[in-house]
C-alpha cells in the first residue's frame, strides 16, 4: 500500500531563510507526486507536481526515486508562504488517467518576519 | 470560472442518523473525488467518480456510499454516523489525468 510520511508537523523559519519541507514516499509503482498548499481561509490548491518541473512562487520540489522522496524547497522564504503544505502520491487505480490521492498529514509553515 | 462548490457548508447529526454532502464539480470535469479530514488522520480518500461510474474507494465502510449524476455533480452519503465520522469532508474534480481542485468542504458534526 502507498504512503507518504511528512516528518515534521510545523518548521518555523525566518523570512529570508531557506526552507525545506520533507516528504518521503512508499509506492510500488512509478509514482505521481504533487505538494498542495493551504494558505488561512483558503481551499487546498496545487502548488506544484513533479512531472512538469516548474517552479512556483519560488518553490521547486525533486523526485529522488533512490531515496524516495520529494522533499519540497525554497531558498528565501517569505512571510506569504506561511501555510499548511501537503505532500501526496497519486495512484491512477485500475488504469491510466485520473489520481485518486494519498496525502501526508502536512506541515506548517510558519515564517517569522 | 467558479470552482468547486460544496453543500452545505456544516451539517450536525446526531448519531445513527443519515448524511447528504453534495458537490458540484468545475465545468468540463468529469471526475469527482471525495476526501475525508478528520482530526489527527489528515486527509484519506474516500470514493472516485468518473463519468457517473465508482472507479475506486478508499478503505472504509460501506455505509459510506455515493453517487454521480448525468451532470456531474455528487453526492455523499453516510448511513448509521458514529461519532468518528464527524470530519471535513472535500469534494475535488479533475478532468482525465489533470490537476485536482478543491472545493471547501463540508463540515459534519456527529453528536
Known amino acids: 500500500a502507498q504512503r507518504v510520511t511528512q516528518p515534521e508537523k510545523l518548521l518555523s523559519v525566518f523570512k529570508g531563510a531557506p526552507v525545506e519541507l520533507k516528504c518521503n514516499y512508499s509506492y510500488s509503482g ?4 504533487f505538494w498542495y498548499v493551504q494558505y488561512s481561509r483558503q481551499r487546498l490548491q496545487l502548488l506544484l507536481r513533479h512531472i512538469s518541473r516548474e517552479s512556483i512562487k519560488g518553490f521547486t520540489a525533486d523526485l529522488n526515486k533512490g531515496e524516495t522522496s520529494f522533499h519540497l524547497k525554497k531558498p528565501f522564504a517569505q512571510e506569504e508562504d506561511s501555510a499548511m503544505y501537503y505532500c501526496a502520491l497519486g495512484d491512477s487505480g485500475s488504469g491510466a488517467g485520473s489520481y485518486q490521492l494519498t496525502f501526508g498529514k502536512g506541515t506548517k509553515l510558519s515564517v517569522i518576519p | 470560472e467558479a470552482g468547486v462548490t460544496q453543500s452545505p457548508t456544516h451539517l450536525i447529526k446526531t448519531r445513527g442518523q443519515q448524511a447528504t454532502l453534495r458537490c458540484s464539480p468545475i465545468s468540463g470535469h468529469t471526475s469527482v473525488y471525495w476526501y475525508q479530514q478528520a482530526l489527527g488522520l489528515g486527509l484519506q480518500f474516500l470514493l472516485w467518480y468518473d463519468e457517473g461510474e465508482e472507479r475506486n474507494r ?19 452519503n453516510v448511513n448509521a454516523l458514529e461519532l468518528e465520522d464527524s470530519a471535513l469532508y472535500l469534494c475535488a474534480s479533475s478532468s ?4 485536482q481542485f478543491f472545493g471547501p468542504g463540508t463540515r459534519l458534526t456527529v453528536l
Open chain 1, 30 to 33: 512509478s509514482p505521481e507526486l
Open chain 2, 96 to 99: 482525465w489525468a489533470d490537476e
Open chain 2, 58 to 76: 478508499g478503505n472504509f465502510p460501506p455505509r459510506f456510499s455515493g453517487r454521480q449524476f448525468p451532470n456531474y455533480s455528487s453526492e455523499l
